[in-house]
């Protein structure tokens, strides 16, 4: 903000890289839950070790945690005065 980034720029910056960083865990933890899944389909009470919809509740569930987790910092970085910012570096 010090450099001429308006609040909104914050916010889109924590936000993109926030959901860069879900997105990445996504894809890798998708494919290692299907692997879970299989190995431990004896443990599973009325689900499928490949059932799409709890795969979708879950990642719905897990972006709206991490986008929550994002919001945080990134109001945070919005309210915070560029003067006081440069004060202290």
Avoid: W
């Avoid at 431990?40 to 945690?65: C, H, K, N, R």
């Avoid at 990134?74 to 570096?89: D, H, T």
């Amino acid at each position: 903000m010090a450099l001429g980034a308006g609040r909104a720029d914050v916010l889109r910056m924590v936000l993109n890289y926030g959901g860069l960083l879900m997105a990445v865990g996504l894809l890798i933890g998708f494919p290692m839950a299907l692997g879970a899944g299989k190995l431990l389909a004896s443990q599973l009470f009325e689900v499928s070790p490949g059932d799409p919809a709890a795969y979708a509740i879950v990642s719905v569930a897990l972006l709206a945690t991490g986008f929550a987790a994002c919001m945080l910092p990134a109001v945070r970085a919005m309210r915070l005065s560029p003067m006081a910012i440069l004060r202290n570096e």
